[in-house]
């Protein structure tokens, strides 16, 4: 008993001294008008900091992280304050309002009541207007350090310097090498002396011996790694490529950093280099690293010495002429970065730096320039081998050798008119685009495969995923495609994230962008300049593209595995199309600060000229969404239009095409299908009618010729059953009875086949039972009564002449 009010009393301690550290905190926890008041201090200082014309990148970036935590933490007073207002106003509602003199007046406690409520109201809506306002504020500094930093970024892009082709730059480099040569020979007897003082000259051959055997061993061991993958993973599956793949480049990276990452702590915790070189060396380890990267990354999708595990199906030739080059360039970026991390080291003269930055630029422009041209070559041979139609993704190469091709020359252009910043990062963009290109692809491989091999229809995922969810094996597949889709969305967004990184553009940047257009902005009067233009037609494109990859995806990936008919699936991307482009306008209109009410003016001043000289393509669009919807008319319909019958083959947004049997396609306006007459041979079903007339003479046995006609449609397979075929007597003429057998069959396709089947049927049957009744006798015509003919004829002659 003692013992069990010793541990309630205990109980009941612990439970005091929780609570009076809570009650402390609740106490110490500001309030919201508190926070407001300090955010609103900070917001001032930031803001009041911007104003600083020197401020560099690294701050603006500093600033901007701080104004993301204040925003959160302002959205979310904000969006706690915003419900709370609106209880407290519906609890005021409920009093009524406040009655006037001539009414009764209120007891106490309701005036008590309703004035601590409209209080707390009060405090609740300054509470949330101060915090939008502060919302606002920070969304402001925000766009106004995106502003600077987009500005900065141009400025440095767009400094002209030295032209490569004038002589004053390569004359001034000249001038300049001795004064850079003796300071080169400076910096590296003070990096001898200092290494001595402090390793001695053995310790620091020793460190340089095994700096150099731990970098070639770790070539070594990335050669060997990559075999082991290689042998682990033993067939080249379609999973086991991209993995082999992305484990080559992985090994290609991870062990030359982790080497240079060991060397570069042993000589920074030697004291061994002078702080001026270690720049330098740091992007000599990290140079080589890329190196690795870069080859690793060539090596795993090419496979030049493993032909069967290459993933892009070119020649050993080419496959090795692209694993060189892609080294190469690696090579030579690294080494002009070296170069100017040393001349910064010994101060060198800028027209050094210009010169080697621009030759270095020109060089790898003309390797890649050379690469591009051979393609273009094979890919023309191949088109006029095969046909343009045969080779895969013709259009799509030809756009990334067009790119390729504009980039390259304005490389080129901006090296040698001095635009040595400009030409320097466009060479690093081809580069760097390559790099995510490729882990996109085998990203996107790897998903691929890892879906398609899971969801199997004999694996083991697949079975367990039903046994767990209950789900059907279609329903399962359907959910793949689906996460397909969605981590292709996923890679593909992400990549796009990373290209314009270099650009001076953030997540956060484009996330103000998107919910700035959603919402909508206005800052005065809208400001319309080629910029903002040209970034809205970039926009609305990239939406476009995003539309129709999302339409051909659902075409071929994710409908295929659905229930839907032909013309619903055609429904339904077509659907998408109209609204991904309404998005794609809007996201582009958003961009240029058209908010929806500008909008609508605009569409109102164009209604005058819809009314007079857009009127049918605007009934057409109209009748169009009408045929979607309604879907009296559908992708795969037999109709008939007038004289023409045929299937409908696309519904578009003007007209439908209509495939005839002829193979000819007529192109039938919207409005026409919607208000004309159409024979529609599938509206309901697709059963087909199939009608036999046979005209018999009269002497024919007509109960046995119904019976002949009925036995011959119902020996038939595709003849149905119910219901059944019918034999009509439709009319008796003077010399035949008409006859005429109607039956059905399942597909309306098959009407034409089995009307000639039936036709070969019912003349066979004909025949072999004789219904027929035989055919009158000919008057036979031989020899002899020809010759009787022409003795007749010759006296006619003569007693003719005699008459005459």
Not at 50 to 72: A, C, M
Not at 184 to 199: H, N, P, Q, T, Y
Not at 463 to 479: D, E, F, H, V, Y
Not at 627 to 652: A, F, M, S
Request: aromatic share 6%; hydrophobic share 50%; proline share 4%.
């Amino acid at each position: 008993m003692r013992h069990r009010l010793f541990l309630i009393a205990a109980a009941l301690f612990a439970w005091a001294a929780a609570l009076t550290p809570l009650s402390a905190q609740q106490d110490a926890t500001p309030s919201a008008r508190a926070q407001l008041e300090a955010a609103r201090l900070e917001l001032g200082q930031i803001e009041a900091g911007l104003q600083n014309r020197h401020i560099g990148d690294g701050q603006l970036s500093g600033t901007r992280q701080r104004l993301e935590t204040v925003l959160f933490s302002l959205r979310g007073i904000a969006d706690e304050a915003g419900p709370r207002a609106e209880a407290l106003r519906a609890r005021l509602k409920e009093l009524g309002p406040k009655p006037d003199d001539k009414a009764p007046a209120e007891s106490a406690e309701v005036t008590a009541d309703r004035e601590e409520r409209e209080k707390a109201l009060k405090e609740a809506d300054e509470t949330v207007r101060l915090a939008r306002r502060l919302v606002l504020q920070a969304d402001q500094l925000i766009a106004d350090i995106a502003d600077k930093r987009r500005a900065a970024f141009t400025e440095h892009l767009f400094r002209r310097s030295s032209s490569l082709l004038s002589p004053g730059l390569w004359i001034d480099t000249i001038s300049s090498l001795p004064n850079d040569a003796a300071a080169a020979m400076v910096i590296g007897r003070d990096a001898l002396v200092r290494a001595s003082d402090k390793l001695g000259v053995l310790g620091a051959l020793a460190l340089f011996a095994g700096s150099v055997v731990l970098i070639l061993g770790a070539w070594l061991s990335r050669s060997i790694a990559c075999r082991v993958v290689t042998a682990r993973l033993k067939e080249p599956t379609s999973l086991a490529l991209p993995l082999c793949a992305l484990a080559t480049a992985a090994l290609g990276f991870g062990i030359p950093a982790a080497t240079g990452f060991v060397i570069h702590q042993i000589a920074i915790g030697t004291a061994v280099l002078p702080p001026r070189l270690e720049p330098a060396f740091a992007g000599l380890l990290g140079g080589i690293a890329f190196i690795g990267l870069v080859k690793g990354l060539a090596d795993g999708i090419l496979a030049p010495d493993r032909p069967v595990w290459r993933i892009l199906t070119l020649p050993n030739s080419e496959a090795e002429r692209i694993v060189r080059l892609a080294t190469t360039v690696a090579s030579l970026l690294v080494v002009e970065r070296l170069l100017e991390a040393l001349y910064q080291a010994i101060a060198a003269a800028l027209p050094l730096t210009l010169a080697t930055r621009g030759s270095f630029v020109i060089v790898i422009a003309l390797m890649l320039a050379r690469e591009i041209r051979t393609f273009g070559r094979h890919a023309e041979q191949d088109e006029e081998v095969f046909g343009h139609y045969v080779v895969q993704g013709g259009s799509a190469l030809a756009l990334l050798r067009f790119a390729g091709w504009l980039s390259l020359v304005g490389a080129v252009g901006a090296a040698l008119i001095g635009y040595m910043a400009l030409a320097s990062f466009l060479i690093d963009q081809i580069i760097w685009v390559g790099i995510l290109a490729a882990f996109l692809v085998l990203l996107v491989r790897l998903v691929d495969a890892a879906i398609a091999g899971g969801l199997a229809p004999d694996g083991r995922v697949l079975l367990r995923l039903q046994s767990a969810t209950g789900l059907s094996r279609r329903a399962l597949q359907q959910a793949g495609v689906l996460f397909g889709g969605l981590a292709r969305v996923f890679f593909g967004g992400l990549v796009v994230l990373l290209i314009l990184a270099p650009w001076g553009v953030e997540s956060g940047d484009l996330l103000f962008s998107v919910r700035s257009a959603v919402f909508g902005f206005t800052i005065g009067d809208v400001t319309i300049s080629f910029a903002a233009v040209f970034s809205a037609v970039i926009l609305f494109a990239i939406g476009i593209a995003l539309t129709r990859a999302l339409q051909r995806w659902l075409k071929t990936r994710f409908l295929p595995q659905t229930d839907m008919d032909a013309g619903l699936k055609n429904s339904v991307t077509t659907g998408l199309g109209y609204v991904g482009f309404l998005a794609a306008a809007t996201v582009g209109l958003s961009s240029l600060g058209l908010s929806l009410d500008k909008v609508a003016i605009v569409a109102g001043a164009l209604s005058v000229g819809i009314g007079f000289g857009l009127q049918s393509i605007v009934n057409n669009f109209v009748s169009g969404l009408i045929l979607l919807w309604e879907r009296p008319i559908r992708v795969g319909d037999l109709v008939t239009v007038g004289t023409d019958q045929g299937y409908v083959r696309r519904i578009n947004v003007r007209s439908t095409e209509i495939d005839t049997f002829d193979r000819a396609t007529v192109i039938v306006p919207n409005s026409n299908l919607v208000s004309g007459v159409v024979k529609n041979q599938m509206y309901s079903d697709r059963t087909g009618r199939v009608v036999i007339p046979l005209p018999l003479p009269r002497e024919v046995d007509a109960d046995r010729v119904v019976a002949l006609l009925r036995e011959a449609a119902q020996a038939h397979p595709d003849v149905l059953e119910d219901p059944s075929p019918r034999v009509l007597l439709k009319a008796i003429g003077g010399s035949s009875l008409d006859f005429e057998l109607v039956c059905f069959v399942p597909e309306v396709e098959t009407v034409a086949r089995v009307t000639s089947d039936l036709n070969f049927a019912i003349w066979r049957r004909v025949r072999e039972e004789g219904v027929l009744p035989p055919p009158p006798p000919r008057p036979e015509m031989g020899i002899e009564m020809i010759k009787e003919i022409r003795v007749r004829l010759a006296e006619g002659r003569a007693t003719g002449s005699e008459t005459a």
